[in-house]
């Protein structure tokens, strides 16, 4: 028998349950997918054509590996525009290959063996693989709809020990669409400061926020030394495949997370970093149009859905719903096939963002609303063929 090289750690991780479930879905045809958390926008031409003549202009070379200065500058811009935030573009500030890169590099720069990682869940399936791939112990901190699914200091203060490292949160949510209210924000940072542990917080949706103004930690100056802010362009600006995010925080983190970076990636795609700077500097009216076009849709699939019985709360942010389907007796797993198979409508089920997703199922709105008022009617004669 040949010999099995894979390191432990990593065979022992699970495959993403998003992944798993469109492995299948990807084998139908004329399926209406309410699934991919993806922006159904194309994004502004005018951002494109920022990396169109940059092409045109021979910028085809390596950056720096923080990132060009322009994009860090025009980063600082924005936060300082968007959310009173400060930070030096010399080096407070990382240009990364998706938020996702901003947080592996963060988890892996502070991260040494037996270190706890508190998270949340439901949330974005990377987190608990994440923290165990640098050896981590990630600590799960329960969210329940009863909440709304915001995370309260009273569960963190339950699992909070002395050698939690870092607290990782994600608001506006993926999966729930929850969003934290400013006196949440408020008591996180007392906790965070209480406890002197680092703050990482994915605001990769910090622009989809609504009935209210975009809010971020990197607001509270007194987060200053215990704060890793993560973002990105893909939501907020439609530029998934531009394939850009990026870290801000203290000099000295954000210079170990480098290292990492310099020695696995490089750097971010200079064409990229290039739209990047249009999208910080000109790309609050795109953001605004398209913000007001979610909240058009999800106020009309939350009404949907709650007429037909799925107690659905309705979200605060991002561009997903999390509807309860416990009242119709199947497993979550087993109501997104069903569903798939007898009416052509795929979503995720909530289990795949942790165990207090089960009973649940994802359907994201970054579709069009003929679509969704289609997967509307087909859900609804779903259900009534199950009754």
């Not at 990482?200 to 009935?211: A, F, N, P, Q």
């Not at 416990?326 to 979503?347: I, N, R, W, Y």
């Not at 009973?359 to 259900?383: N, P, W």
Request: hydrophobic share 40%.
């Amino acid at each position: 028998m040949a010999r099995d090289f894979t390191a432990k750690h990593v065979a022992a991780l699970p495959k993403s349950g998003i992944r798993k479930f469109f492995d299948i879905v990807a084998q139908r045809k004329d399926v209406i997918s309410l699934g991919v958390g993806e922006p159904d926008f194309d994004t502004p031409w005018h951002i494109s054509r920022a990396a169109v003549t940059c092409l045109e202009d021979g910028g085809t070379h390596y950056t720096s590996n923080l990132g060009t200065p322009e994009l860090r500058q025009a980063i600082c811009r924005y936060l300082k525009r968007r959310f009173n935030a400060s930070f030096a573009w010399e080096n407070e500030t990382l240009v990364t290959v998706g938020v996702s890169e901003a947080i592996d590099l963060a988890i892996r720069a502070i991260t040494e063996p037996g270190d706890e990682i508190i998270y949340h869940e439901p949330c974005f399936v990377s987190y608990a693989p994440t923290i165990r791939m640098a050896h981590g112990v990630p600590v799960c901190a329960e969210t329940f709809a009863r909440d709304g699914f915001r995370l309260t200091v009273k569960s963190l203060e339950k699992i909070v020990t002395p050698k939690t490292k870092a607290l990782l949160l994600n608001f506006p949510c993926n999966p729930t669409g929850a969003a934290l209210t400013l006196q949440d924000m408020k008591e996180i940072t007392k906790f965070v400061l209480k406890h002197d542990i680092l703050l990482l917080s994915d605001e990769v949706y910090s622009e989809l926020v609504y009935d209210r103004k975009p809010a971020s930690f990197a607001s509270f100056p007194e987060l200053k030394d215990n704060l890793i802010l993560l973002n990105g362009f893909s939501k907020g600006w439609a530029m998934t495949g531009f394939r850009l995010g990026f870290a801000c925080g203290p000099a000295p983190l954000i210079g170990t997370m480098m290292k990492i970076h310099q020695y696995g990636i490089m750097s971010a795609p200079t064409l990229s970093q290039a739209a990047g700077v249009e999208a910080m500097d000109n790309g609050d009216g795109d953001v605004a149009r398209m913000r007001a076009e979610y909240k058009r849709r999800r106020d009309f699939l939350v009404s949907a859905l709650n007429r037909m019985g799925l107690k659905t709360i309705l979200p605060k942010g991002a561009f997903y719903v999390f509807a309860d389907i416990s009242k119709t007796g199947l497993q979550d797993e087993e109501f997104c096939l069903k569903l798939l198979d007898s009416h052509d409508v795929a979503c995720v089920p909530g289990s795949a963002f942790g165990a207090c997703g089960k009973g649940f199922v994802r359907m994201s709105y970054a579709t069009s609303m003929d679509k969704i008022r289609l997967a509307a009617k087909r859900l609804s004669d779903f259900l009534k063929s199950i009754t």
